[in-house]
């Protein structure tokens, strides 16, 4: 069946460092993924999109990487900030065009 | 900016009570959605709505019920509420493709005791 997971439920990172979230899909037919951030005691966020047809896609201090082929999603958070420590879902479009969502990662941020 | 708001924050209801969660958007977005998020589960979409009066299953419908009777609004519904059924509830709303960017309610903390 479709799944969409991360490798980590939680990653720390210094302040200042760069920080990566992995995640891995099931569903090769998925052409659509987004990362959201969700902060403690609100919904998740959007933060950034890609579709199928890129493999790179840059925002603000955010890049989202996919690699088709090993079916891999990864967010780069550039010079982390404490307000970046969030919980990080990435998600992708399933069946009917249902977006199913990741576990998530906890991020924490290290003075 | 969108504004998606939910009826509570925290609630807290007795085995067997029905319980209605409510959420209202303000930006005209046709579609909604309800998920629970559970610890070590993610996201789970419950149900979703496409156009007012339309509804349509979700991964786990089990146990809730919902309405659209208004564009607005989309309420979800516990018949008879369950321990199993203690989780954060969360409303979203999309334009009008199912890929457009979700926009999320603070959500609703449910206990069922």
């Known amino acids: 069946g479709e799944s969409v997971g991360l490798h980590l439920p939680t990653l720390s990172v210094q302040e200042g460092d760069n920080s990566i979230i992995n995640c891995a899909y099931s569903?090769?037919?998925?052409?659509?993924f987004i990362w959201y951030k969700q902060e403690s005691g609100k919904g998740p966020q959007f933060i950034i999109d890609i579709r199928s047809n890129m493999d790179k896609r840059q925002g603000q201090r955010v890049t989202v990487l996919l690699n088709k082929t090993v079916k891999h999603l990864s967010l780069q958070i550039a010079a982390t900030q404490p307000g970046d420590s969030a919980v990080y879902f990435c998600a992708e479009n399933g069946e009917d065009d249902k977006i199913i969502f990741g576990k998530g990662t906890r991020l924490h941020i290290l003075p | 900016d969108v504004k998606v708001t939910q009826s509570s924050r925290y609630l807290v209801k007795r085995t067997g009570e029905k319980v209605f969660l409510e959420c209202v958007q303000d930006?005209?977005?046709?579609?909604m959605f309800w998920y629970r998020q559970d610890p070590g589960l993610g996201l789970r979409l419950i149900y979703f709505s496409y156009d007012v009066k339309m509804k349509e299953k979700g991964d786990i419908p089990e146990g809730y019920s919902v309405s659209r009777e208004k564009k607005e609004r989309f309420s979800l519904i516990l018949e008879s509420a369950s321990t199993n059924q203690t989780s954060m509830y969360l409303c979203a709303t999309s334009r009008g493709e199912p890929q457009d960017e979700q926009y999320f309610g603070p959500g609703t903390r449910l206990t069922v005791t």
């Open positions: 569903n090769s037919a998925s052409d659509y």
């Open positions: 930006m005209d977005h046709e579609n």
